[in-house]
């Protein structure tokens, strides 16, 4: 497989040609299947049908069978085995607030969860569910060692974003051709960060 790539297609077809644990993490932030490309906040995104349902078992069996370790987003809507860790994106915003307040991933990790803050209306947007790139930073942070990061699931291309700039190696899957070339235009941006 090689890295440093967005790869357009269906990530399970290209999951089941990976080596196993050949991944060191997986930061991804699979569809929810709550129909966010139809809600009215998202109205300058274009309405697809991507976030209709939530993929199957046998997308998060090939996304532990490929990956040493796992942060994924939206863990909440997920049929994934017990864990003490969740990262919380709190979005900064009030109470009466129509939309979520916050966002969970779940993470493989036996350790204490954590809390990240940042207000969702200033982070700029490519994709209906855009991550702040420094949110998925964060994420690294927690795991040094991880040189190997892929999202199976790539958007707009933050976690490869946030991954270059840590200076990891990354994989990008999307099915989507449209977001596929917004993600590569956001890396030809990114200087890669120095060790």
Known sequence: M???????????????????????????????GIGIANNPFRQKFEKEDWDSST????YFDEIFRVSKEQIIWGGNYFDLPPSQCFYVWDKVQPQDFSSSMCEMAWVSRQSP???????????????PTTKPTDLMQWCLTFFPDAQTILDPFAGSGTTCVAAKMEGRNYIGIEISSRYCEIARERLKSVTQKLL
């Open 113 to 127: 969860a954590k809390l990240f803050r940042r207000r969702v209306v200033e982070i700029q947007k490519w994709h």
């Open 55 to 58: 993929p199957s078992k046998e």
């Open 2 to 32: 090689e890295i440093n790539k967005i790869i357009q297609g269906d990530c399970l077809e290209i999951l089941k040609g990976m080596p196993d644990k050949s991944i060191d993490l997986i930061l991804t932030d699979p569809p929810y």
